[in-house]
């Protein structure tokens, strides 16, 4: 049985951020509370991962392979939904097994995911090879679910997102951006004259709008489409001790709590834009809080005030 909407709370609540770098502005935002969907499947992860988990079940596979790092969301969240719907699944692990598994990998061998390791050279080689012929020899019959859920049913999976709240109230809507699925999919589930913001984690990338504008629906919604990329602090998964203080401040003053790969970085960039006036008197954001917070375990204890 494919896990369904019972993993999506009826409401997800739409909080108002109360914090002065906006109010001095004149800025009203809102957070789209992904992180309270579900403890396990948490934020983006649902709609990423649900019309590859039926297309799955259509097919009759009954393993799913996907792929992700030590301390990926995607591997985690699909280990539990592969449980919960039926199937056995396979984790390609970017790089050499270490000692100690990091809590990500703890709770997916946990619920079941089986643990394939890849040198991180054999693991960036998969990415010009193709993936099928590699992995379905070793696992026939399986069924492979991209990276981070990227493809056309993760992003269509993703416009679904927008359906939770209000969104024609916003003029300005935010997100993180790994592999810029759910991006697409608010990109094309947005209204028209909405701008939307992806706040890059990774570093040292070239322009991805060109890439992404293939995926959209309307290609004229480029013109409202913005990537911040000066807000990885150092790259994927890296952190500096400006971003860990302001985790804690946003805390302390309005109760959400943000993971360091991803949410943080956004809920900064948006502060700091606010403070370089990149939006104008009277917007109205919303920012999309896409989970994770899993992550935040592989902090040393003490680390954060939440």
């Known amino acids: 049985m494919i896990p369904g909407d019972y993993i999506i709370k009826k409401t997800v609540p739409t909080d108002k951020l109360q914090i002065n770098e906006f109010a001095k502005k004149d800025i009203e935002t809102d957070v789209l509370r992904l992180d309270k969907i ?48 039926g199937f056995e699944s396979i984790g390609i692990i970017r790089g050499e097994q270490p000692v100690q598994l990091s809590h990500t990998l703890q709770a997916a061998h946990q619920y079941g995911m089986q643990l394939q390791f890849s040198s991180r050279r054999s693991y960036q080689e998969m990415r010009t090879t193709d993936l099928r012929d590699v992995w379905l020899k070793k ?62 984690v990774l570093k040292g990338i070239p322009d991805l709008l060109p890439e992404f504008q293939q995926h959209f629906r309307d290609p004229q919604k480029i013109n409202y489409c913005h990537i911040q990329y000066g807000y990885h602090f150092g790259g994927y998964a890296k952190r500096k001790p400006e971003l860990i203080d302001f985790m804690n401040r946003l805390y302390e003053t309005s109760g959400i709590p943000t993971d360091f790969v991803y949410t943080a970085k956004m809920f900064y960039a948006a502060t700091d834009l606010a403070a370089k006036n990149h939006f104008p008197p009277g917007s109205k954001l919303l920012l999309i809080h896409s989970g994770g917070l899993q992550g935040n375990l592989s902090l040393p204890p003490g680390t954060l005030n939440f």
């Open 38 to 85: 579900h403890p396990v499947i948490s934020g983006n992860k649902w709609f990423k991962l649900k019309n590859y988990l039926q297309d799955a079940a259509q097919k009759g596979h009954n393993t799913i392979i996907t792929f992700g790092g030590a301390y990926s969301n995607h591997i985690v969240a699909t280990a539990y939904a592969a449980k919960q719907a």
């Open 139 to 200: 696992f026939p019959g399986a069924y492979i679910i991209p990276e981070g859920g990227q493809g056309t049913p993760g992003i269509h999976g993703s416009e679904e997102i927008l359906e939770l709240t209000q969104k024609n109230q916003y003029t300005h809507i935010l997100c993180a951006i790994g592999t810029g699925t759910m991006y697409m999919g608010l990109v094309n589930a947005s209204a028209h004259g909405q701008y939307i913001i992806g706040i890059s």
